[in-house]
């Protein structure tokens, strides 16, 4: 199995605190119910951005379980379809990737998960909230509501499931950048070499023994005689 560096385990961490907030605001406000599963099945991909599935997994399983006292458990009708189908798509995209499943057959298996998922929903929401015909604006929508799921929702499916596609690949972008923004020892890390020493203010430059040594080696470079002959005579 993949080792989980420290940045991996933030990552998960994060991802499972930031859907637990939105899944919570979704699910006790009642205009913010779609964007909830939306912005939270999008945090849940950030483990997948490194190939952690495992740690997709746990965070999803920690979101839905955190989500219960804020709500989830009083309204669970609203808490469920992201139980059974929004956290959980982004972890079956990403293994319809690795494994390289036929794209169409695993959309149309999908759009069947959706669409059962969200005929569970109705049941479990008029079964809970007591939704009766006569509470709609039209009586025939209470009779014809699943059918309405599996035409609009097949439909509606197909447009959700492209969109996610791509908020996954803006995610893992997202994340690689972060990930070598976090690595150091890197070019731009390396401390520039310190500029050469300025000699031309020593005084005592030309009495030292690098200073004498080059210019007895420039002497004899250049035919004369060196510096100790010099001095002999």
Known sequence: MKKLSSFSLALAAVACALATIFLALGINVPFLLASGYLFGSIFLMLPLAKDLRLGALLAYVATCLLALPFGGLA?????????????????????????????????????????????????????????????????????????????????????????????????????????????????????????????????????SPASGGSDGREDEKNGGEPQGEKAKK
């Open 75 to 207: 309204q669970f009708y609203k808490l469920f379809p992201f139980i059974v189908f929004f956290g959980l798509h982004p972890l079956v995209n990403s293994l319809q990737e690795k494994f390289h499943w036929n794209r169409w057959v695993a959309l149309a298996v999908k759009d069947v998960w959706f669409i059962g998922a969200m005929c569970a929903s109705w049941a479990l929401f008029c079964a809970m909230a007591g939704i009766r015909p006569d509470a709609l604006p039209f009586d025939w929508l209470y009779d014809w509501a699943y059918l309405l799921i599996a035409v609009g929702g097949g439909i509606l499916f197909v447009a959700y499931d492209w969109l996610m596609r791509r908020c996954q690949r803006l995610v893992n972008y997202t994340v690689s950048r972060l990930g070598r923004g976090g690595k150091k020892g890197g070019p731009k890390d390396r401390p520039s070499p310190p500029p050469p020493a300025d000699r031309s203010d020593d005084v005592f430059a030309e009495l």
